[in-house]
């Protein structure tokens, strides 16, 4: 079975740094995906992420940026340069390639200061 | 474009009630249809997945059930709601596996309250 670890589960940031949000992952499978995804108060899913598991180099997209440690099996995520529309929850997640199913951390609370 | 819609958006049902959920996906054929439920403040708990018409794998064994009528819908019941099925209820649709970027993507969500 695959597992998502995240433990933080919240964390504050002032307005205009960066925030390292951690992830471990658990699984035997050579190919699998990782991705983060956030979650204000609306209660949407806006996907932010991805990275495949054979990808060399590690995913950035706009401000976020996957920290991708494929030997401890860790898929940090960074925000730069936080904004206040930062603020929300944040999971990260896997799937396997064989596979259908996403699975979930528990998610991480950010809170951005002015 | 793909398009994923969910609704009701909120929802407040009595114990005992029955409950059907429904999710509707645009844009695309033969999707991966999901349903995750997310209780306050914590992470999201698949519960149902579906890669075809008729076909429906469950999770977690429970109190609800699904069906997928149709190659683009899919939805969640229940004959009689307990207060431990209130909860966020998500709805999800991908397309292959899970070695894909950008392959899942959310409805907007159900907001049950069981009272």
């Known amino acids: 079975a695959q597992k998502i670890t995240q433990t933080q589960p919240g964390m504050f940031v002032q307005e205009k740094e960066a925030v390292t949000l951690d992830c471990t992952y658990d699984?035997?499978?050579?190919?699998?995906?990782l991705f983060w995804y956030k979650q204000p108060s609306s209660g949407e899913m806006i996907f932010l992420i991805y990275?495949?598991?054979?990808?060399?180099q590690n995913a950035t997209e706009g401000r976020y940026s996957l920290n991708f440690q494929k030997a401890r099996k860790s898929a940090n995520l960074v925000i730069s340069a936080s904004q206040l529309g930062d603020s929300a929850m944040y999971f990260c997640?896997?799937?396997?390639?064989?596979?259908?199913?996403?699975?979930f951390g528990a998610g991480t609370t950010v809170t951005v200061r002015a | 474009s793909q398009t994923i819609h969910q609704w009701p958006a909120t929802l407040v049902q009595p114990v005992g009630s029955p409950l059907s959920l429904e999710c509707t996906v645009e844009?695309?054929?033969?999707?991966?249809l999901y349903w995750y439920r997310q209780a306050a403040g914590r992470g999201l708990q698949l519960l149902f997945y579906?890669?075809?018409?008729?076909?429906i794998s469950s999770e977690v064994p429970q109190n609800l059930s699904a069906s997928r009528p149709q190659d683009r819908q899919f939805i969640l019941s229940s004959k009689k709601l307990l207060l431990s099925d209130s909860g966020f209820y998500l709805c999800?649709?991908?397309?292959?596996?899970?070695?894909?970027?950008?392959?899942?993507?959310f409805g907007s969500g159900t907001r049950l309250t069981v009272v």
């Open positions: 990275q495949g598991s054979y990808d060399q």
């Open positions: 997640a896997m799937s396997r390639s064989n596979d259908y199913k996403l699975s």
């Open positions: 579906s890669v075809g018409i008729g076909q």
């Open positions: 999800a649709w991908s397309v292959g596996t899970g070695k894909r970027r950008y392959g899942y993507t």
């Open positions: 844009g695309t054929s033969n999707p991966n």
């Open positions: 699984t035997s499978d050579p190919s699998y995906g």
